[in-house]
């Protein structure tokens, strides 16, 4: 099993553009989140899924969509790249809504110049 | 709402020192409780854990034990190494919808020789 793929790992971007960072799963998990990570604040749910068609927003989702068309895909949209936008950015999975671990992709690092 | 506060870092220690970490929770219900680790670049990994009260997680030599009368989960580790540097975050399931996991900022640890 692969776990938690993201792409791209790292990724700068002008004030203005859009872009989608990608995220997979091959565990067959039904919930399915999105964090940014920023020095001294921790990790902050941005959007989730928890299953196919169905998805919801976060503590801090403006500025971002998402879609979940296969258990395995969740995609995040930048709309309109901000520089308060860069980030870490973090995908992950689990079984459930509340069933424990949580499975971490390898992040992906955005600069918004 | 549900929250877990753990202490500031950095945390710089002599390798073989004795390493704690304190972490405290507010929540309704019974939540489990985490210790997640992250190494430098890369994305957070499941440490320990424990789901009810006087539970003992451990995990490469870390310990942390579920504490409901003093709502703590306090990482421990006997004698500490220079590859446990990383940052280490307490994080509960929360008695909410829509919210797998909820961390606290982060405990970023540095061990030198």
């Known amino acids: 099993n692969a776990g938690v793929t993201q792409t791209p790992k790292f990724q700068v971007l002008k004030t203005g553009q859009s872009m989608t960072l990608q995220c997979a799963q091959d565990?067959?998990?039904?919930?399915m989140s999105w964090y940014r990570q920023d020095p001294g604040m921790g990790l902050r749910l941005i959007h989730y899924?928890?299953?196919?068609?169905?998805?919801d927003q976060g503590e801090v989702p403006n500025g971002y969509n998402v879609s979940r068309s296969t258990t395995e895909d969740f995609p995040l949209r930048l709309l309109s790249a901000a520089p308060s936008q860069t980030s870490v950015y973090f995908c992950?999975?689990?079984?459930?809504?509340?069933?424990?671990?949580?499975?971490f992709g390898p992040g992906t690092r955005l600069t918004v110049l | 709402g549900d929250s877990v506060t753990q202490m500031e870092g950095p945390v710089t220690l002599s390798e073989e020192a004795f390493l704690t970490i304190n972490c405290t929770y507010t929540?309704?219900?019974?939540?489990?409780l985490f210790w997640y680790v992250q190494y430098p670049g890369e994305g957070l990994q499941l440490l320990l854990k424990a789901t009810k009260a006087d539970d003992k997680g451990s995990n490469k030599g870390f310990e942390a034990t579920y504490r409901k009368e003093t709502t703590s989960f306090h990482l421990e580790k006997g004698s500490v190494q220079v590859s446990d540097s990383a940052v280490y975050f307490c994080?509960?399931?929360?008695?909410?919808?829509?919210?797998?996991?909820?961390f606290g900022k982060g405990t970023t640890l540095s061990v030198s020789s």
């Open positions: 899924s928890v299953g196919a068609g169905i998805t």
């Open positions: 992950a999975s689990s079984l459930g809504e509340h069933s424990g671990e949580q499975f």
């Open positions: 929540a309704t219900g019974y939540p489990s």
């Open positions: 994080a509960l399931t929360p008695n909410q919808a829509g919210t797998a996991l909820i």
């Open positions: 565990m067959n998990h039904e919930y």
